[in-house]
């Protein structure tokens, strides 16, 4: 059974916190993407990695980097946690092959900013 | 510009209704259209994509160039259908994906 995990599901931060949000998965899959998830905004993308060491911006990078070292992680890091950053953070992987690829979810990372 | 328009934030059939959850986008090449599904408590996973041709749990969606829509149907919806219905588009061969806003579609029994 392929897999997508997020390490933390649940995180409660405080104004100004670094805050790292990891992501592991076991398909081998050379691409990697982080979205946010809001009510009646739907899923933005954030960062993106079609291979290690290489990231691309999505639509939302502000507030956000990202690090690739190994092929199976993609790690999301909030340098200085905000409010506006309290949301759904899902991770997801894909394959290269065969044009846009099928994307697998991880089950996503709630964080609170207080 | 890639964008991916889901009009209707909630919507509520009964159960053995016909369902269609509108899709719109704007995209100036040849987009790949996707539909994306989250059950309660489960991944987001893909339910169907349009080169595929293929109906998934009893859903289809047709693109339609001309209006620039890939509205997803079901004939006669069921209880389990309740979910929440993400839209995405992706250029074609490219290996990102823009979402819509979704919809909550919740059948009634």
């Known amino acids: 059974d392929v897999k997508v995990t997020q390490s933390s599901r649940y995180l409660v931060k405080r104004t100004g916190e670094k805050v790292f949000l990891e992501c592991v998965q076991d398909?081998?899959?050379?691409?990697m993407f982080w979205y946010r998830q809001d009510p009646g905004l739907g899923l933005r993308l954030i960062y993106f990695?079609?291979?290690?060491?290489?990231?691309e911006k999505g639509d939302i990078p502000e507030g956000y980097s990202v690090s690739r070292e190994k092929k199976e992680r993609f790690s999301l890091i909030l340098e200085s946690a905000s409010t506006n950053q309290t949301s759904m953070y899902l991770c997801?992987?894909?394959?290269?092959?065969?044009?846009?690829?099928?994307?697998?979810f991880g089950e996503g990372s709630r964080l609170t900013v207080l | 510009a890639q964008r991916v328009t889901q009009p209707e934030k909630l919507l509520s059939v009964f159960k053995g209704a016909p369902v269609e959850l509108k899709c719109n986008y704007s995209?100036?090449?040849?987009?790949?259209l996707f539909w994306y599904v989250q059950y309660s408590r489960q991944r987001l996973q893909l339910l169907l994509r349009?080169?595929s041709r293929e109906s998934i749990k009893g859903f289809t969606a047709d693109l339609n160039k001309g209006e620039t829509s890939f509205h997803l149907k079901k004939p006669f919806a069921q209880e389990e259908d309740s979910a929440m219905y993400y839209c995405?588009?992706?250029?074609?061969?490219?290996?990102?994906?823009?979402f819509g806003q979704g919809t909550r579609l919740t059948i009634n029994p």
């Open positions: 995405a588009l992706s250029g074609w061969g490219a290996q990102k994906l823009v």
């Open positions: 995209y100036s090449g040849s987009p790949e």
């Open positions: 349009h080169i």
């Open positions: 997801a992987s894909s394959s290269l092959a065969g044009g846009t690829g099928e994307l697998f």
């Open positions: 990695s079609y291979d290690v060491k290489m990231k």
């Open positions: 398909m081998d899959h050379e691409n």
